[in-house]
């Protein structure tokens, strides 16, 4: 979507004066929308380049293994909510932490996943980035 650069390079810009709470929730909905709308592009302005991930089965993950996710036979979401519970601020750093609901599928195999998650956000160039993220399911 056209609107979507400009919305990231919007709340990835705002400063430390802002509500963190309201800034980071807004911009963890935008991502989970763009997962469901096959957004590779805002997915690839959020994350950093060196950017990892490890995800609920202990596996690790980077940039190029996401993005990937965004070509033919890639995943397709039919469900993807957040909720963030809470922010920190900690200067150039934010550490959040919420949970999520994931439904879709990868492949050949659908997949269901309820989450706890925290995502860390450096501010970099005056932008906000993601550059770790770790989930662990919830049964």
Known sequence: MPWAPLAVA??????????????????????AAAYMRGDRAFVDALLADDWTSTDYRGRVWTKANVLALFGPGGATFTKVEVDVDNVRLLGDVAVV???????????????????????????????????????????
């Open 97 to 139: 932490t919420g949970g999520s609901l994931s439904a879709g599928r990868v492949g050949d195999r659908e997949l269901s996943i309820t989450q706890r998650y925290t995502d860390v956000y450096v501010r970099r160039d005056g932008r906000w980035r993601i550059v770790a993220s770790q989930g662990t399911q919830v049964q």
């Open 10 to 31: 919007l709340l990835l810009a705002a400063g430390p004066q802002a509500d963190a709470v309201s800034q980071f929730r807004e911009i963890e909905r935008n991502l």
